[in-house]
């Protein structure tokens, strides 16, 4: 199907038809009921939460807000649970049985779910391919992400505007969300701001995404509509970064800083380092996780919880005989090279998919390419 | 890719409760369990492979596989050391006592590939362990293999595994079986051989042509990959199982990452040649300091 044109009532109607068929997640601004609010002066995320209307989401650029990966890999969940009767006689032997209340929800609940995650941006989307390579590509399929991902409306806005910390274009990205999603929605200018324009081309890149633009209509978008997109991209781009620090270009930052793991640098960056897992909470892009094992007070209900984690914890390496990397440049090196390198080797481009979130809520200032520019300060990446 | 042909369960992570039917001590810490699955699970592993063993309310773990592949019941066999939470009280199961079972997991030996060549297996410690089921399997098919020379070190004669085994499976499989031990306590005895396993090098009767794989403690596979290497073993000729820390035992915790590579999923067992040039990043570059293996920071060698 070629692109449509919406108007800003049009967009809200398709907003609606989404929503028809589920909830729509979107970027929001506000802390989660019960949350403490941040100290005076400091900010927090953007999360994705379920929206009422299109108008509500704050489509800033990526690194204002936590990442959309939440939304198909969930923070923690149930992996398997068994219960057993515990008379005053001694405790009886397990059997499978559901988790308690109160604990993570369990592997996948309810597949067949439909939800919608509204303004995902190129960054964002490029991470859910790496995620793929993860957690649906090897001989195990997690069927809890493959089940979302099949549940999941994914429509993508494109970026009108470069955010300070973005970098996209140097991981081998753009801002023109590519595939892997239903819809592709790019702002044309004339509105105030970026985010008010008053028309919108919107190119489907799947059935569904077809189906919705039949739904609420539009007009075919004419020479002038496509040319107008390109501007806003061709503006765009020209304000981002080409390659990731100088000289490194995606092809070959991994080797040029698997060449640096001598640096003296990295002491420095060690030093600073606090080890505390933001860059990794916040990054799109990591996968990896604790299996936790939990049981409930009375010991009669036990169950197995994954849980997000990070190779920047001290713990993460930790074995029965020592821990691989008790020390933390060696955690930075493992983490930088990870990042630097292709997901599973089938993703195109690096791991890092330049979104700018982990140099943003870095407390320590930290960062992909702050890591890059101690290397690149200290004698240059060869 | 081998990996999970096992249960096929729709959550990987859902154990399968079996039954403990004997469990006998190998040594003052290690003792080999005998595992019953249920009688509907198509139980299949190759050499090399291992499960994630595990009890409610305590946790779980990679446990290497130590049985015979063929086995006519379907029974298999685990041997475990008590390191730990989980491994302690695994130690101490009876008969009847339930323990949950994922797998089989890893790549194995591959045992087809070695076919009509001499094997040399050089094992320390509960390197043993999975290499086991490689005897058993190479020992029943004897005609498809060369000679079979097994080299075995333990820290003392105490903490020898499968004991009574080992002179049967000279005998009965025509092998060549060597032991040695690091130390003699005073109160054991012991007329074989006292050194680390590799001083046996010096006794064996292999040869470069023949296959070769390590199996134990990381610094123990070093200095018998090098001693190998430097008799001319080519390193596609030499294997390796490599241990490492493990969450979920198919590839997407990312726990045992090293470098690019998974030690649950691309491994446990790699040929030598495979890790050439990888780089992995870890506080005691080990196998890095064998020639023509894995890369890593000098830095980190200064610990
Ligand atoms: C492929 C493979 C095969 C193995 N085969 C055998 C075998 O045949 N027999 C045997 O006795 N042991 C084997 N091990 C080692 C065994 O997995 C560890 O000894 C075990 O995980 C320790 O668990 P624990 O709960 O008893 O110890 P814990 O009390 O958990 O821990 C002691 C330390 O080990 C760390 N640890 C926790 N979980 C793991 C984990 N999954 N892997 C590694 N370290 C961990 C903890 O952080 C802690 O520091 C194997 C390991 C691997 C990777
Ligand atoms: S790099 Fe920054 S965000 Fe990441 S662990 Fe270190 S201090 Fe925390
Ligand atoms: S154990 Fe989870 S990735 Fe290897």
């Known amino acids: 199907m070629p692109p449509r044109l919406l108007a800003t009532d049009e967009v809200e109607a398709l907003f609606q038809a989404l929503r028809r068929r589920g909830p729509v997640f979107g970027p929001a601004a506000g802390l989660d009921s019960g949350a403490r609010p941040p100290p005076a002066g400091r900010l ?59 604990a993570a929800p369990p592997l996948n609940p309810d597949p067949a779910r439909p939800f919608a995650v509204w303004g995902v941006r190129g960054c964002d989307l490029a991470a859910l391919e790496r995620l793929d390579a993860v957690l649906m590509t090897g001989p195990v399929t997690d069927p809890e992400y493959a089940a979302r991902r099949r549940a999941g409306t994914v429509v993508a806005f494109t970026c009108t505007q470069a955010g300070p910390a973005c970098f996209c274009t140097a991981t081998g990205g753009s801002p023109v969300p590519a595939g892997g999603c239903d819809l592709v929605v790019t702002p044309l200018a004339g509105g105030p701001g970026g985010n008010g324009a008053r028309e919108y081309l919107v190119e489907p890149r799947s059935a569904r995404g077809e189906a919705l633009v039949e739904e609420v209509g539009g007009r075919p978008a004419g020479r002038a509509a496509v040319a107008a997109a390109a501007a806003v991209i061709g503006s765009v781009r020209a304000a981002l970064p080409r390659s990731l620090n100088g000289r490194l270009r995606p092809e070959n930052a991994a080797q040029k800083a698997a060449r640096r793991l001598d640096s003296p640098a990295w002491d420095e960056l060690a030093g600073r380092c606090l080890g505390c897992a933001a860059c990794s909470l916040t990054c799109p892009t990591c996968p990896c996780f604790d299996v936790v094992e939990r049981v409930s007070a009375t010991a009669d209900a036990g169950w197995r919880e994954r849980r997000w984690t990070s190779c920047l914890v001290p713990d993460f390496g930790r074995l029965a005989s020592h821990n691989a990397r008790a020390r933390r440049e060696n955690r930075l090196k493992h983490w930088l090279l990870h990042k630097l390198a292709p997901a599973e080797k089938v993703t195109g481009g690096l791991t890092c998919v330049g979104c700018g979130r982990c140099s943003t809520w870095c407390p320590a200032g930290l960062g992909l390419r702050a890591a890059l520019e101690s290397l690149e300060g200290e004698g240059g990446l060869p | 890719m081998t990996g999970c042909s096992g249960w096929v369960t729709p959550n990987p992570y859902q154990p399968v409760a079996c039954r403990v039917v004997a469990a006998v001590p190998e040594t003052s810490d290690t003792v080999t369990l005998t595992i019953a699955p249920p009688p509907a699970t198509a139980w299949r592993f190759q050499p090399g492979q291992f499960n994630m063993v595990s009890l409610y309310g305590v946790g779980e773990a990679p446990i290497s596989i130590a049985s015979d592949p063929a086995d006519p019941e379907g029974l298999v066999q685990h041997t475990v050391r008590a390191v730990g939470r989980l491994t302690r009280p695994l130690t101490t199961l009876r008969p009847g006592d339930t323990v949950w079972l994922r797998g089989p997991y890893g790549r194995p030996w591959p045992l087809d590939a070695w076919r009509s060549r001499d094997l040399l297996l050089v094992t320390g410690g509960l390197g043993l362990a999975p290499v086991r089921p490689v005897v058993l399997a190479a020992g029943r098919a004897r005609h498809l293999f060369g000679r079979i020379e097994l080299l075995y070190g333990a820290r003392t004669p105490g903490d020898l595994l499968y004991r009574d085994a080992l002179q049967e499976w000279a005998r009965v499989f025509d092998m060549t079986v060597r032991v040695t031990v690091d130390a003699v306590p005073p109160d054991q005895v012991w007329a074989g ?26 610094l123990m596979m070093r200095f018998a990959l090098q001693g190998l290497l430097d008799r001319g073993f080519p390193a596609s000729d030499l294997y390796v199982s490599l241990e490492r820390r493990m969450e979920c035992g198919f590839g997407h915790c990312g ?10 999923r691309d491994g446990p067992v790699f040929c030598w040649d495979e890790l050439a040039g990888r780089v992995w990043v870890e506080d005691q570059p080990v196998l890095q300091a064998v020639g023509g293996g894995p890369r890593g920071p000098a830095a980190a060698r200064r610990t």
């Open chain 2, 255 to 264: 726990r045992c990452a090293l470098g690019p590579v998974k030690v649950c």
């Open chain 2, 193 to 218: 051989p006292v050194g680390v396993v590799t001083r046996l090098y010096e006794a064996m009767t292999s040869r470069p042509g023949a296959v070769a794989l390590a199996c134990g403690p990381e």
């Open chain 1, 44 to 102: 927090t995320p953007l999360r994705y939460a379920p929206l009422e209307r299109a108008c509500d989401a704050v489509l800033a650029p990526a690194a204002f807000g936590y990442p959309a990966k939440r939304l198909w890999f969930r923070p923690s969940v149930t992996l398997a649970a068994a219960r057993r009767a515990v008379p005053a006689s001694g405790p009886g032997p397990w059997e499978p049985g559901p988790p308690p209340a109160g």
